[in-house]
């Protein structure tokens, strides 16, 4: 799962303060004890030097296991003293010094691999960078397929109804069963009919397990890629680099953008190099693939054609009908 390197950061930077807090919540809390207890301050200097004048003992010549033994019961006895002061004076766990995270000690990293709870805060700030998918409503279970006409569309020799609840399993079962070895998914259909929403719905669950998920409208996508390809500003080249390496990328809106050559040549790469990595893609668009193949070129559409699973979206347009009341 490669989340991008500004999600790590955040998520890192949000783990060391909170190891940080808990630090200095632990150094506040020994402080205040050593006031109201004053003798907990000498018993926890003592257990410090009781080993260590053992071990000076032994080197000075002096009998190490009768040495030993006596350092082990004076450390004894202070550790039950300190105890028992602990116990009539605070509440349990006072000055318990358990680190923000026991398997990893509030590094994030057990070895090599990242541990649990740095990989939880980064879901944390993945999830970030989707809230303003329709302020954060979006849910398969809010789906209403009411919006969609029960009565056969001649066009199609079927109701839309029928075929938006093969798509919605067909959204649902992809999200929820989603791995790098998932397919790609070309959303086709006009405007108003749920292409941005169930879109959104796998964004958040697709998340919600893990992988790092980069959903971007085309406009705003290709406008990165251009300032990070010509102006070389740092915000536009991060965004360039995570188009790439996240695990699912989903283009809203293709079609919608200014076209050009430039546009053309940064899909083509785009679409091309996911596809290389096996890297999971979803693009949705009012166009359709012989739209799109004039609209950038036959070589896009090819590919969209042959390494898409297309999902058709049909229906009237759902804006209109909720004006309609």
Not at 33 to 62: C, H, N, S, W
Not at 274 to 286: A, D
Request: negative net charge; charged residues 30%.
């Amino acid at each position: 799962m490669a989340y991008s390197s500004e999600v790590v950061r955040r998520a890192r930077a949000r783990l060391e303060q909170a190891r940080d807090d808990r630090e200095r919540e632990n150094r506040e809390h020994l402080e205040h004890a050593y006031q109201v207890a004053p003798r907990l301050k000498e018993i926890d200097r003592q257990l410090r030097l009781t080993m260590v004048k053992a071990a000076q003992a032994v080197f000075a010549g002096g009998d190490a296991e009768e040495l030993m033994a006596q350092a082990k019961k004076q450390n004894q006895d202070l550790q039950q003293e300190r105890q028992w002061i602990l116990d009539a004076t605070f509440e349990e766990g006072y000055l318990d010094e358990t680190p923000i995270c026991e398997v990893c000690g509030g590094t994030g990293y057990v070895g090599s691999s990242m541990c649990e709870c740095l990989q939880e805060l980064c879901r944390q700030e993945q999830r970030k960078e989707l809230t303003f998918l329709s302020a954060g409503r979006e849910s398969f279970d809010q789906f209403r397929l009411d919006y969609y006409p029960s009565q056969v569309d001649p066009r199609l020799g079927v109701a839309p109804r029928m075929v938006m609840e093969k798509t919605f399993q067909t959204c649902r079962r992809y999200a929820y069963s989603f791995s790098m070895k998932s397919e790609n998914l070309l959303f086709s259909g006009n405007t108003g009919l749920g292409k941005t929403y169930l879109s959104a719905c796998i964004a958040r669950t697709v998340s919600d397990s893990g992988y790092s998920v980069v959903y971007e409208s085309a406009g705003h996508l290709f406008n990165c890629l251009e300032r990070a390809r010509f102006e070389g500003d740092e915000e536009s080249r991060s965004a360039a680099v995570k188009y790439n390496a996240c695990d699912l990328l989903i283009i809203d809106d293709l079609g919608t953008e200014l076209a050009g050559q430039f546009v053309t040549t940064a899909l083509y790469s785009l679409v091309n190099d996911r596809l290389l990595e096996s890297k999971p893609t979803i693009i949705s668009t009012n166009l359709t693939v012989d739209d799109l193949s004039n609209r950038y070129s036959p070589q896009i559409a090819s590919r969209l054609r042959g390494s898409y699973r297309r999902v058709a979206f049909v229906g009237d347009d759902i804006r209109l009908i909720k004006k309609r009341g």
